[in-house]
């Protein structure tokens, strides 16, 4: 009897050790997915550096505790490895830990958004899928071609590695007659030249909301909206139109 005790209490220590690991491994895994993402981790998941497209990324300020009310803001520099050749640009990543966490990027001027919209088509081109993604209109598709065969002539991809079979088929045809960039891409349209549509004539000028769409045959619009409901207010967008993002404020503490 007293050999079936000592057995039994043996038994019962190594179910409790292994209980008290289990634990403590669950314990681990939930810190470890439930954690904040670190300043590197967050340049990861924004810029996927594995790929072509972005180099030289840096940050210049870090400010923030990435939570909700005080959320995690780098102020960055990142190399763009655009049409033309590289071209510099500082923004803001912005992000916090919550339920569901957030996080996203904005530049300080135009000329970056543009670039950053060409080299952002150009990545979906190499994985892009049947159905999946934004259409692509003549002109974005010309812009993209572009992209992709400066990163060919570099090196950084194959054509075959092109899955958008338009896109795949503009670059092939740049390639073979070294057809150089002529024309400004579609993408770095001229604000000062776009189409203007106000919604609210009746409201001061302060009071409207600017939002900028590209249209599919390469013309911009300026539609200015207004009132406390004001995102409720119409674009007309047809396919392969395109709401263009902002230019952020830039910080006082990086002014040139």
């Known amino acids: 009897m007293r050999k079936f005790l000592i057995i039994l209490a043996k038994v019962a220590i190594a ?16 810190w470890y997915f439930s954690r904040p993402l670190s300043d590197s981790q967050i340049l990861k998941k924004q810029f996927e550096p594995e790929f072509p497209g972005y180099s030289a990324i840096k940050i210049l300020i870090a400010k923030g505790e990435r939570t909700v009310v005080n959320p995690r803001v780098l102020t960055i520099e990142v190399v763009m490895e655009s049409y033309l050749g590289p071209v510099t ?33 150009a990545r979906s081109a190499l994985f892009w899928d049947w159905g999946q993604g934004p259409t692509l ?30 896109i795949r088929a503009r670059v092939a045809y740049l390639v073979e007659n070294n057809i150089p960039v002529t024309d400004r891409p579609g993408a770095l349209s001229d604000f000062s030249q776009a189409n203007v549509y106000d919604l609210v004539p009746e409201l001061p000028r302060d009071e409207k909301v600017p939002t900028y769409v590209l249209r599919c045959d390469g013309s911009l619009d300026l539609i200015l909206r207004g009132g406390p409901r004001w995102w409720e207010q119409p674009l007309d967008l047809r396919p392969g139109d395109r709401i263009l ?12």
């Open 137 to 166: 209109c003549d002109a974005r598709i010309e812009d993209t071609a572009f992209v992709l065969k400066r990163w060919i002539e570099n090196g950084w991809i194959k054509i075959d590695q092109i899955r958008h079979p338009d």
């Open 89 to 121: 640009c500082q923004g803001e990543i912005g992000y916090f830990k919550g339920d569901p966490s957030n996080q996203w990027l904005g530049w300080y001027d135009q000329t970056c958004i543009g670039h950053w919209m060409a080299v952002e088509d």
């Open 15 to 30: 179910n409790a050790v292994v209980v008290l690991l289990l634990v403590a491994v669950l314990a681990g895994l939930f």
């Open 245 to 256: 993002p902002l230019p952020i404020q830039r910080s006082a503490a990086i002014q040139p």
